[in-house]
């Protein structure tokens, strides 16, 4: 048959394979999750055995541990592991390391060189947060104390092995919003240009905390909430650009990208050190639970399986690192400070954000490929009764994620019936069928539901998969 003669069919055709070929690249490139890690905080007195710590993350997803200092026995537990491990050196060491290069090497002979190659060491940090706590002598000490460690490391012969970074809080930025527009603080920028352009010379990454919880608390309306937990909501258009952005992360984000663009430095890799969401709080806290927690934290790791990016970095994952492994008992402050812990002490989850192997491809008993298991397939579908705006609403949330919504475009296979229903219905089976097939992904605000009944009609194709 000559394909040429029936243009919309081949092109529907064509737009269903690539589907396929895009959903297999993103699923193979998920499944080592080399970009998403948590932070292992140890101020508690509760907490299991590095051993038993070890184990639990093998039985997860989780390819990088970040650590705030360099316990020898968390570092010892991971050795073979394969995770790779972020470690820290205090602020307190800051000006001993800056003042003299003795003691950067004698930090790396005690912390680094004995577990180094077994255990993954990948990046050093040096102090948190330092630019925005306020101490101008550790301010101007960071740089020369991260190039004394970044030497040492070279003369280990760990150049480009083990790199140095140092972590920031979101208050380094002058102006955020919107997201073109993001500024570092004008009295940081000379301290900023030094740092950064040791970290081009050694490819390190810029880590950043961006925390939409704490955007949300500062602006409590539901509007914002939907906007932070990455669910449908009406997005914020940049005025700058013109972009729509669906997400807080994102437009957080991308502000930083924009400060480093505006001091010349866009090609410096940005990594999120932090970000997560409290599951509980005290009674006069705004946005804990273990419903937004679970959204926020399943959503992300959804979004950044999906390797859509950012608007400003699109077609790859920031590197992002959840707050928290477990709850730190011990830590002062408000109630949700000690609420983030994604497991508990006895190593149960606090909430399932699909990270667990088991919870990933469940099955009961072995699957061999000489005898697979049958599954049901499923489609996301609108419910009945819900209104044109909600719909609407979820046909731009969906499409925002960076799905291929041609087909549901004039000339497309799925255009007609020009409704909204048959649109937003497209749209969101397909954001399912792209976000790793959690339940929690054909919700939409409570107005979507799973259907083994296949929706496709004539050249119309509904992406579909097992349950």
Same mark, same amino acid.
């Given at each position: 048959?000559?394909?040429?003669?029936? &243009?919309?069919?081949?092109?529907?055709?064509?737009?269903? !394979?690539?589907?396929?070929? *895009?959903?297999?690249?993103?699923?193979?490139?998920?499944?080592? +999750?080399?970009?998403?890690?948590?932070?292992?905080?140890?101020? $508690?007195?509760?907490?299991?055995?590095?051993?038993?710590?070890?184990?639990?993350? %093998?039985?997860?997803?989780?390819?990088?541990?970040?650590?705030?200092?360099?316990?020898?026995? !968390?570092?010892?537990?991971?050795?073979?592991?394969?995770?790779?491990?972020?470690?820290?050196?205090?602020?307190?060491?800051?000006?001993?390391?800056?003042?003299?290069?003795?003691?950067?090497?004698?930090?790396?002979?005690?912390?680094?060189?004995?577990?180094?190659?077994?255990?993954?060491?990948?990046?050093?940090?040096?102090?948190?947060?330092?630019?925005?706590?306020?101490?101008?002598? *550790?301010?101007?000490?960071?740089? &020369?104390?991260?190039?004394?460690?970044?030497?040492?490391?070279?003369?280990?012969? *760990?150049?480009?092995?083990?790199?140095?970074?140092?972590?920031?809080?979101?208050?380094?930025?002058?102006?955020?919003?919107?997201?073109?527009?993001?500024?570092?603080?004008?009295?940081? %920028?000379?301290?900023?240009?030094?740092?950064?352009?040791?970290?081009?010379?050694?490819?390190?990454?810029? $880590?950043?905390?961006?925390? &939409?919880?704490?955007?949300?608390?500062?602006?409590?309306?539901?509007?914002?909430?939907?906007?932070?937990?990455?669910?449908?909501?009406?997005?914020?258009?940049?005025?700058?650009?013109? !972009?729509?952005?669906?997400?807080?992360?994102?437009?957080?984000?991308?502000?930083?990208?924009?400060? *480093?663009?505006?001091?010349?430095?866009?090609?410096?890799?940005?990594?999120?050190?932090?970000?997560?969401? $409290?599951?509980?709080?005290?009674?006069?806290?705004?946005?804990?639970?273990?419903?937004?927690?679970?959204?926020?934290?399943?959503?992300?790791?959804?979004?950044?399986?999906?390797?859509?990016?950012?608007?400003?970095?699109?077609?790859?994952?920031?590197?992002?690192? !959840?707050?928290?492994?477990?709850?730190?008992?011990?830590?002062?402050?408000?109630?949700?400070?000690?609420?983030?812990?994604?497991?508990?002490?006895?190593?149960?989850?606090?909430?399932?954000?699909?990270?667990?192997?088991?919870?990933?491809?469940?099955?009961?008993?072995?699957?061999?490929?000489?005898?697979?298991?049958?599954?049901?397939?499923?489609?996301?579908?609108?419910?009945?009764?819900?209104?044109?705006?909600?719909? +609407?609403?979820?046909?731009?949330?969906?499409?925002?994620?960076?799905?291929?919504?041609? &087909?549901? +475009?004039?000339?497309?296979?799925?255009?007609?019936?020009?409704?909204?229903?048959?649109?937003? $219905?497209?749209?969101?089976?397909?954001?399912? +069928?792209?976000?790793?097939?959690?339940?929690?992904?054909?919700?939409?605000?409570?107005?979507?539901?799973?259907?083994?009944?296949?929706?496709?009609?004539?050249?119309?194709?509904?992406?579909?998969?097992?349950?």
């Amino acid at each position: 048959m000559d394909s040429l003669s029936h &243009p919309p069919h081949s092109n529907s055709h064509f737009s269903f !394979i690539l589907f396929l070929l *895009l959903f297999i690249t993103a699923f193979y490139a998920s499944e080592s +999750q080399s970009f998403i890690g948590v932070n292992y905080g140890q101020v $508690a007195d509760n907490l299991p055995a590095p051993e038993a710590t070890a184990k639990l993350l %093998q039985s997860t997803t989780i390819r990088n541990v970040r650590l705030y200092g360099a316990d020898p026995a !968390i570092i010892k537990a991971l050795a073979g592991t394969g995770v790779a491990i972020v470690i820290g050196a205090s602020s307190g060491d800051i000006p001993a390391l800056a003042s003299d290069p003795n003691s950067a090497t004698q930090w790396v002979n005690s912390n680094v060189l004995p577990f180094y190659p077994a255990s993954n060491i990948t990046l050093v940090t040096v102090g948190n947060e330092v630019l925005t706590f306020g101490d101008q002598a *550790l301010i101007s000490q960071l740089v &020369p104390a991260m190039r004394n460690l970044q030497n040492a490391l070279a003369s280990a012969s *760990l150049g480009g092995k083990v790199r140095v970074s140092t972590v920031h809080s979101m208050a380094v930025l002058g102006q955020s919003d919107p997201p073109s527009s993001g500024q570092f603080r004008p009295e940081l %920028q000379d301290t900023l240009r030094a740092l950064l352009a040791f970290q081009r010379d050694n490819k390190s990454p810029f $880590a950043i905390n961006p925390y &939409p919880f704490f955007a949300y608390q500062s602006d409590p309306r539901p509007e914002t909430l939907a906007f932070c937990l990455f669910q449908p909501n009406s997005g914020r258009v940049d005025s700058g650009t013109g !972009i729509k952005y669906m997400n807080m992360f994102d437009a957080q984000v991308d502000a930083v990208h924009s400060a *480093l663009n505006a001091l010349g430095f866009k090609d410096v890799d940005i990594m999120v050190a932090e970000t997560g969401w $409290a599951y509980s709080g005290d009674s006069n806290e705004v946005g804990p639970s273990v419903e937004n927690a679970k959204a926020y934290n399943g959503n992300l790791i959804a979004h950044l399986r999906s390797l859509v990016g950012t608007p400003l970095m699109p077609g790859k994952s920031v590197e992002t690192y !959840i707050f928290a492994l477990y709850d730190e008992n011990l830590k002062p402050g408000p109630g949700s400070e000690r609420a983030f812990g994604l497991f508990r002490p006895d190593l149960t989850m606090t909430y399932d954000v699909g990270l667990s192997k088991t919870s990933q491809a469940p099955s009961t008993t072995p699957v061999t490929p000489s005898s697979p298991k049958p599954t049901a397939s499923q489609w996301c579908m609108p419910k009945a009764g819900v209104s044109d705006a909600q719909l +609407q609403a979820n046909l731009d949330y969906a499409c925002g994620q960076g799905i291929d919504c041609g &087909p549901i +475009q004039a000339g497309g296979a799925c255009f007609e019936p020009n409704t909204i229903a048959a649109h937003a $219905a497209y749209a969101m089976n397909l954001y399912y +069928q792209t976000s790793s097939k959690q339940p929690s992904n054909c919700d939409f605000s409570q107005t979507a539901t799973l259907t083994s009944a296949n929706p496709s009609y004539n050249a119309c194709i509904y992406p579909g998969g097992s349950s």
